[in-house]
Each structure stands twice: as C-alpha cells, then as structure tokens.
C-alpha cells in the first residue's frame, strides 16, 4: 500500500502521459492508494488521477500534441481510501487526450476511511474523468464503495464517449450509473449492462447527465440492461435528466422510493444554486418496470420544468409497469408537473403477462374440471341421477352419452312379432263380442297401456296397421292390403 501525503497521476504502466502515446500495453499490477493527513495542522491531503494503466493522459500545451492511450488492457485490482478523485480502470484523467481500444478487468473498491473531506469520487471502470475523447472499448470492473460519481465505465463525463461497453456492477451513493455517474458530454451508441445501487441519483446507465456551463448532455442511441436500485431519483435508463435524452432503450427495473421512472427518476427541474435545467426525452423505448412510493411512472418519475425550464417528452414508448407500494397503477408520468408532453404511449406488458397467464390458469383448471366430470359420468351416471346443470359442457355431452337409451334408440321395425299371451279375464264370448264392437265402430281405440293389443307401447300413438310375416294388415278397415281374407275377431 502506498500512504500519500497528497499527490496526483499514479498508474500501473505511466503516471502522466502528457503529448505522448502508448499504444499495445498492458498491465496486471494492483494498486492501492491512500488520502491521510500530513500533519494535525495542514489538514487532510488528497490523491488524484489513478489509473490502472495511465493515471493522467493530457496533451502538449507548447507543440499541441494530444496524448493517446490506445489498444491497452488492465486487470487487477484498484483500493483507493479517503477523499481520492479520479480513478479508473484504464486511464485515472483523460483531459485534452485520446483513450480508444483498451479494455479492462478486475474491481475497484473504495472507502472513506477517517477522511472528514469525502470518500473517493469520479470513478469508472475505464475512466474515472473524461475530458475529452473515450471510444472502441470495454469493461467489465466492478466498483463498490462509499463514493459520489460512479460509473461502470466513466466517472464523469465531460468530453465525447462512443462506442463503448461496461459490464461489472457499481455500487455508490450519489450520482451512481451502470455506464456514468455524471454526464455533462455526448454518449453515443454506448451499452450496459451491470446493476447499479445508490441512494440519489441511481441509473441504470446514467446517475445524473446535466448540460454543463459550456456543453450540453446527450445521451443517443444508447442500450441499458441492468436495474437499478436506490431511494431518490431512481431510473431504469437515468436517474436526474437535465439534458437530451433521445433514440435509446431500456430494459431495466427501477427500484426506489421517491421519484422512480422506467426510464428516468426526475426530468428538468434546477439545482441547489438555482440553475434551471432544459430537459428534452424523445423517441425512447423502455421496457422495464418502475417500483416506489411517491412518484412513480413507467416512463418517468417526476416531469418537472423547474418553473421555468424548457421541458418535453416528445414520442416515446413504455412497456413496464407502474408499481406503487405493491400496485400497479398503469401510469405512464407519475407526476406531471407543468412540462409539455406529446405524442407517448403506453402499455403494461407485465399486466398483460399475468392476465393472460390468469386466463391461462382458468382455461386449464376447466379442463380439468370437464375431465373429472367425464371419468365421474363414466363410472357412475345413469339416468336414474341425471347430471346437474352446473356441469361443464363436456362433462353434460359424456353424461348424456351414457344415460338410458329413447324409445327411438331401441325400436326394430323389422322384428318378428311376439306370440300372443295366453288368453285371461272374460269368456270368449265377450271378447268376441269386444272386438266386434271394436271393428264395427268406425274408428280406432287409443290404448294407454303397453300390452300387445295396444297402440304404441305407452308413447301415446295409436295402430292403424300392421304387418306380420310380409302380409299387411288395415286395422281400420278390418281387412287385408291386396285383396287378402278379412282379419277374424278372436
């Protein structure tokens, strides 16, 4: 461990590249730095410019030559305790300088030890401050610690960063971001993908991105992935938006308490100096859902001009949900406070999700329920204990296929006739005279019986005629079909 009684520019492989370039390097070296105090009357020192390969990357002020740090990696380990600034992965301060193609590995961890001036700040797991030109690189460091402006790959941001990814996960406590912990600068075409975890301004790809004095923050067609946790201004994309965000997507949780967005916590608003913040958020995309207390929306948290800025939410689209205290409220701006919005839409895919898989559930807990029916019909229906009406569908169809058979069902036309029973009740010369009177009056007798001599087994139906062995017979009229002998009364 090196103990610092102050200083600056400490790396791995150069301590400060100033004009030059360094180029194809690499360096495994671990480093840890610590900010003590000289003596009890000169106060606390600070340490400044750490970097893994290069601690600070500047130009040339007398023959204007920019250092350049390219086509570089780092792997190890970073401890950096008490009020240390600037500290990254790759280079610790690119001002004036080119930093392009390194990538880096490892983790960096802080603390603020004793220091009564802060813990470490401006840290990132390839720059910790970017003045000027960061591009074609990678990272997947993690930082954890008690610090302010954290970023998986930048710190700060003041210059022009593209292309660029950042994997590792950040922990710190204000201005913490999956990619930056504050931007003032452009972000192009830039990924993340590492949860970030803080308490103010917690993003899951910026903390906080503010137009500077002289430069405006932009955030553009840039991809975040990873959640993020905190309590105020908490976003799934940004945590504090006080520039241009436009054209970027994410897919992120937000998880907060006060002002959390699926996108961005806060939009426009002023600082504790009172500058009043331009915010402008158009044609982004978010799918990932918000979770807090107090100004919660899908999109954004809280939509605030400031009461004076020039803010707008202009074309863009939210997929997650809202969720308050438990609930999902399906609001898109949790609270809209005199900003112009346009054009956004709105749809709660998680909701949706869970009514469909709720249908889902239904259909098949019907399903189950026909098929239990239709076992219970198979085994012990019948139409002695006919089914209920509450039955399924399915379940009545299998029922009525297996109760008792109609009279249709069973009816055999072609069938011999049975023999006659044996002859019972009055003499014959009263049956005799019975069917005598029958066959002469006309008409026909209704039977309301089911025996033989009836008319129609009980159904109601009457007997006009018959046929027995081929030869047909006319009971109305007491005579054969064709001419055949006259039926005799017996």
Known sequence: ???????????G?????TGGAI??????????VKATYSDPNSGWATITDVGGLVGTNEGNFTNGARGTVTKGSYSGTITATGAVSAIGGGVGNNQYGTVSGIQTS????????????????DIGGLVGSNG??????STSMSVTGRSYSVGGAVGSNGGSITNVSASGSVNGTYDVGGFVGQNSGSIIDSNASGDANGVTNVGGFAG???????????LHRDTSSGNANGDTNVGGFVGLNGGEVSSNTSTGNAYGV??????IGQNGGRDQFGNVWDATVRDNTTFGSAYGSINVGSLIGLNNNGGAGNVSVINNSAFGASVVNGQDTSTLIGLDDGASTNNNTYQDLPAQRAAAAKQAAQQAAEAAAAATVTATTDAAMTAESPPKASMSTGGRQAVYSNAAPSFEDNADVNAPMPAPPAPTGPAPEHRTRRAAADTTSGGHRQSHGGGAGGGGGGFGASIRSIE????????????????AAPVEAR
């Open 13 to 17: 492989l150069v301590g400060e590249n």
């Open 132 to 137: 000027d030109s960061l591009s074609n690189s």
């Open 208 to 218: 906080a991105s503010q137009d500077g004095q002289s430069s405006k923050a932009i």
């Open 23 to 32: 180029s194809g390097s690499s360096s495994t070296v671990n480093i840890s």
């Open 468 to 483: 027995v062995n081929g030869q047909h017979f006319d009971l109305e009229h007491n005579k054969p079909k064709d001419g």
């Open 106 to 121: 490892g983790s960096i961890n802080t603390s603020q030890g004793s220091s009564t001036l802060g813990g470490p700040s």
């Open 1 to 11: 461990m090196s103990t610092l009684y102050g200083g600056q520019s400490i790396g």
């Open 258 to 263: 006060k002002n959390v967005g699926g996108l």
